[in-house]
């Protein structure tokens, strides 16, 4: 990101929300999702449903969703010029549009959401 930023080149925030692990419709009480389709191999690792876990809880003290809060995240770097979203639904659409309306993140959040962050463990790469 800082060679990007110094070279004055864009990036786009591709897999903002952990390919679905941050949009909320997994967690460790869910196995499989829209009835059929289960977790992504590459989010069944304990570790990243864990990670998930604690930015829900970062998202739902800041009354934002977990999506909200990763879209929130990711477009407070100058250098993000977009953070595509996969949206089936008007409602989902409506959700993820919402985070314009709060940005912002205080250094405590910056701060909680590094911690969860640092070890890697909610974008992890899917194997195609």
């Given at each position: 990101?800082?060679?990007?930023?110094?070279?004055?080149?864009?990036?786009?925030?591709?897999?903002?929300?952990?390919?679905?692990?941050?949009?909320?419709?997994?967690?460790?009480s869910?196995?499989?999702?829209?009835?059929?389709?289960?977790?992504?191999?590459?989010?069944?690792?304990?570790?990243?449903?864990?990670?998930?876990?604690?930015?829900?809880?970062?998202?739902?003290?800041?009354?934002?969703?977990?999506?909200?809060?990763?879209?929130?995240?990711?477009?407070?770097?100058?250098?993000?010029?977009?953070?595509?979203?996969?949206?089936?639904?008007?409602?989902?659409?409506?959700?993820?549009l919402?985070?314009?309306?709060?940005?912002?993140?205080?250094?405590?959040?910056?701060?909680?959401i590094?911690?969860?962050?640092?070890?890697?463990?909610?974008?992890?790469?899917?194997?195609?």
């Amino acid at each position: 990101m800082d060679a990007c930023e110094a070279l004055g080149v864009g990036i786009i925030a591709y897999g903002a929300l952990g390919h679905g692990l941050l949009s909320g419709k997994h967690s460790r009480s869910v196995g499989s999702v829209d009835g059929g389709r289960t977790l992504p191999e590459h989010h069944q690792n304990p570790k990243a449903v864990e990670a998930a876990s604690k930015v829900g809880a970062i998202a739902q003290a800041r009354g934002q969703t977990p999506a909200q809060l990763a879209l929130s995240w990711c477009l407070r770097k100058q250098v993000v010029c977009s953070a595509p979203i996969g949206v089936r639904t008007l409602d989902q659409l409506k959700e993820n549009l919402a985070v314009l309306e709060r940005l912002e993140l205080s250094p405590d959040d910056i701060k909680a959401i590094s911690a969860v962050a640092a070890d890697g463990q909610i974008y992890r790469r899917p194997r195609w």
